[in-house]
Every structure is written in C-alpha cells, then in structure tokens.
C-alpha cells in the first residue's frame, strides 16, 4: 500500500487536495525541515528569543529547568511578567491606546434583523475597566495573589476583563463553562477550594435565557470554600432575587471606584500559575491543568505570529467559547497579547437566521476566521445561500480546531467560505499544551499547505508518532502521537496537575516516559502530521471534550443503574456522539420513562453538551473474564465495522444483546445514529 493510500484508508478520505502552488509557499518543505531541525539544536536559545520578545519587568536567567516533581518543567526562571499588563498597560503605552480590542455583540436582535446590543471596547477601555475590577477584587473582597476563584461565565466582554483583572493581582482563576451543570460547576469549585463564585444573572441562547446564577446558586450549596456570589448583571432585569449574605453585583461594587484607578500588576513569576482549566480525562474526576506565566504567555505570542499571522489591520474572529481552552487562549489572552481587534460573539451560530455568523464576519469585515468543524457541518445541512448572500471578501486566513477535519467540510471552508483565496488550516493542540504545537504557519511563510493535515510541528516543538513499544513507526503508518521536548505552555509548575503531581505523571507519562497526548497520528514523507482522533475513552462531541468515565459515573449514581457503558458514536455532524448501555438494578421500574430519566440526570450531573444520543437497556454488558467491559466491541458496533476477536469475551451472549438493542434502534429511525 502507498503512502498516501495507507492515509486514505486511515481517514476515510476519498479524495484530498494537495495545493502545491499554494500562494502562501514561499519556500519547500525541505526548508522547513532544515529550519526547525535548526530550532530543535539551539533549542533552549529558540526559545528564549520568542520569549523575549515580550516585555519583561526582569529578564529570566536560566531558560528551562526540572521542577519540584517528574516530568514537571519550570520555564524562563527568575522573569518577571504580567499578562495583564502585556494585554493592556504596554498597547496603551503607544499607538494602540484607542485601538479596538472587541467587538461584542449580543445574541438577541431587533425587528429588522439587526443586533440589539453591540460593544465595543478599545485597548483604553479595557485597561481602565480591568484596572477597576482588579481593585473591587484586591480590596472590597480581599483577594490577594495565589487566591483562588471561580467565573461561571458566559460569552460578554466581563468574562475575559475579570480573567485580566485575576490575572493583574495574580489571583488564580478557573472559569468553568457556562453550560455545564451546578454539580460540575461544584466539583471544579470545590477542588481549586475557591473563594468566590463570578457569574451572571444569566444570558441568551438560541433565544431563551440561560440563568446562570441559579445554577451558581445550587452549587455553593456543596461548596464550603466559597463566601459569596459575585454577579454580573447581564440580563438588565430586576426579577433576579439576589439574598445580601449570598450576593453582590459586581456594579455595586464598583460604584465608588474611581474611573482612572491604577491597579500596579504584580510583577510575577514566569512560573507562577495563572489559571488552572478543568478537562476531562480517561479515569476519575476531571483534571485541573494548570497554566504558568512566562511560558504560556511564550507559546500563545509565537503561535499569534506563526499560525495566524496577526497585523494590525486585521480582525480577528475565533468562534470559541471563552470555557473551553481555545477561547482561553485564543479569545482572550492571545489576541490581546498581539494587540489585535477582534470579534466576540454571545449567541447560537444560527440564530436567530442560519446567516448569523456570515452576516457578523461581513458588517465587522472579519480577516481571520477560527473555527470548528462541528460548526462547518452543521452549516452545510443548511444550504449554501446563507453564506453566499454575504460578502466574505475580506477574509485572508481561516483555520479549524478541535478534532479531525473531513475533506467536505475542509472544501467548504476553503471555497465557499474563503472563495479559493485563504490558507485552510487546522490547528492541533490541547488543554494540556496551553497554544497551538502542530500547524501550517502561514505567518513564517515556509509551509506549503497541504489540506486536511495539522501540517508540521512548530518550530522548537518535537513530535513523534510511536508504535504500543514507543518505538517511532515509519511515515504512513498510523501510531501514537507523543510529544518529546517539553514546550513553553505545557502543563505548568507546581504540580502540572492541580494538586496531583502523581495523577498527572500517570496520565501523561507512564505509558511511553513522554508527554502522551491521547490521540492517533500518522506522519507523512514530508513530516507533516494528521491526528485521526482519540485512542482513549476520551470523546470530542461537536469538539467539546468529555470523558466516558465521567459519564459512565454519572450514570450508576442514578438509584436505578448497576452498570453503565459508554462509547463514542460516529455523527454527521458532531463527530461523535455519546452512546450509553445501561443495566438496571433488579428493582428499577420497568418503564419506557427509565431513558428519559437518566437524560435528565446526565443534564443535572453534567451538562447537556453530554446527554446521550442512545440510552439502551440491556441485562449484561460485553466484558472479558477478568470483568473488563469491551468497549472496544461496543465501539465497532456502533460504527457498523468489523467485531474481530471475541474470544476474551465472558458471555457472548451479552455481544448479541448489544447488537441486538443497537440494530433495533437503527431499524426505528431508520439508518444513521440518532
Ligand atoms: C484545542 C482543543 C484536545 C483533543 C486532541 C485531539 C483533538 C484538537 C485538533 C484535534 C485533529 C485538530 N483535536 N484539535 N484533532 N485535528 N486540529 O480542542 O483542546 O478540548 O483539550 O481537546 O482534541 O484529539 O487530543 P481539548
């Protein structure tokens, strides 16, 4: 089998385009190759000129060094820096002072179609803004730097102001995403032992109101860290019932505060921690990452540069939400880094008319586009009218992130979306890697863009792809993706994981002695790279990642439940979709209600990001004579591939039940999952 045959085959690609005369290629790939061979030589020196073309209050001495823990990496010792003051304080400094920095618009709209609400906030706007949160949060609530606090926020313009404000005083944050429930938002609150609960009194979506605060009400219930709610109001209305020894809304707060109070950033450690995000793994509760300082503040300055090529004429637009790391990353801390002018938007990509997003990226004349592929394919099932009826001439570059992504959706993007003009990329990285560590680089001008590859490792980054030994397996074959050098931005000091230096050295560096990022891999002959999904039970569901554990625990918690399975499902559109087998304990009810029962329990325990596609009930579940449930026959069920070697297997009779429950759901709905 070729090369590019064996490609095929792993992606199930009938067809990729390999645009040689690509008119970002400057140079072949062979060029590249010398370049980042040259990087990865005088690497500890690479990586301290990217770094130091940021302002430090005082230069690092030792560039790279062991922590306290193995495998724990502490970068640019000694600096000092501020992310505040790099996003804010040096921009208003100069030129930048009345440059936009965002554009928020809010989800609902008038009669005529229009936003009812936008907002736009200059570089001057933000810098006084924070600075006046940063004194509400130093000294009306007494937080002081290594304190630590939670945002249960949604997408308005105080969500990345109070992760500055934090970040300003050197308060940890952890915003958790707003669509998750009161019990994930307790657990991710209760292990980073926060001492305030930031949130709103709720936001629009898809036009009805999410209300946030209730939801941060029920929380704090099981969270004794935590003294107050502090509220932002959002919604404008005076029917949120606040209770004084509860709540405080951050307005009152900042009422006396004068307009140009000057909160003085802290002078940091580069290895200081600056937000601790919570994601989800293969075992366990989920895993609080922690961010440093200097090196993260390294990666996302190099990766604004290289992968997305920012100038100062254009606007930028990264469709995330801010609680997942890509809005982190690359809607708060990076875009800001760079100074650039960017977009933020609260609502549903389709509402209230499937054209709302192209409608945005023409009335702001957007440039650079960061998307998902989840959203490209739920874009296609709507017609190409609403994105033509726009005009999209203005955009220069565009990439995608958050899984794998399909030849249709990548040719959509280019033609329909970038007219044939603009680079398609996509851009791998993780929660765990802080910045992008594997793309083309239109910025650095080297790469020839090849569709549909993450494309070579940057600069300074080493990537393998390795075989169950850890040895690497030639170009073309499919293995594991690990990566060999520590990078500024990984998991950072003390502990890598929050508080579980032991947990984070299992995960990540047990199996191979590198940081193993979970995911399958093939490397081209030209050394570029195309991550094919998850090899763990880890699932990426319209690109938010969730784990099967977490899912499978929220499930046997439920009185009725003695045993749960968990497995991802191939979807159209959101790439993958969980699929639950549940066996009932002998005195659960017998009744059709059981299914809808346990939705319901997974949105409460959970969010609804993780309610099943399918619950089945069956009375045993696939597993080995060691006990060991077969998801990996469950998984090839419901993808409809071959079962192979069963032979393991405790009951087979247990296989022909699954099989059994998944063709019968199948014949109901009549074909694909759903
Ligand atoms: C940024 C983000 C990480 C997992 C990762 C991989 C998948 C992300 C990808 C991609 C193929 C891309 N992933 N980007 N797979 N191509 N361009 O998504 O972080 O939520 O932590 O997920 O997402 O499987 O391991 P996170």
Redesign the pocket.
Known sequence: MSQSESIRDALNFEERIVLDNWAHRNVGVEDYRSFHQKSLEKFEEFWAGVARELEWFKDFEKIIEPGEYPNVYRWFVGGRLNLSHLCLDRHVKGWRKNKVAIIWEGEPVKENGEPQETRVLTYYDLYRYVNRVAYVLREKLGLKKGDRVAFYMPMIPELPILMLAAARIGVIFTQVFSGFSAEALASRVSDLGAKYIFTADGYYRRGRIVRTKEIADKAVETCPTVEKIVLIRRLGSTETPVDPAKHVYLEELLEDVKSNVYVKPEELESTDILYVLY?SGTTGKPKGIIHDTGGYATILHATMKWVFDMRDDDVYWCTADIG???GHSYIVFGPLLAGATEIMYEGAPDFPAPDRWWSIIERYGVTIFYTSPTAVRAFMRLGTEHVTKHDLSTLRLIH??????NPAAWRWLFELVGGGRCPVG????????GGIL??HTPGLKLVPLKAGT?GPPLPGIEAEVVNEDGVPVPNGVKGYLIIKRPWPGMLGPPTGMYGDPERYNSVYFSRFGYFF???YAIRDNDGYIW????SDE?L?VA???IGTYELESALVAHPYVAEAAVIGAPDEVKGEVPIAYVVLKADAPASAKVQEELRKWIRERIGAIAEPKSIFVVSKLPKTRSGKIMRRIMRALAAGTAIGDITTLEDEAAVEEVKAAYEALMKEIGGKTG
């Not at 995608?400 to 992504?405: H, L, Q």
């Not at 996509?426 to 890697?433: A, F, K």
């Open positions: 994601t997942w790391v890509t995608s992130v958050g899984e794998p992504i996509s851009t791998w990285w993780m929660t765990e890697t594997i793309s993450n990022t979970g995911d991550v094919l999904g998850r880890v990426k690109g938010h990642r």
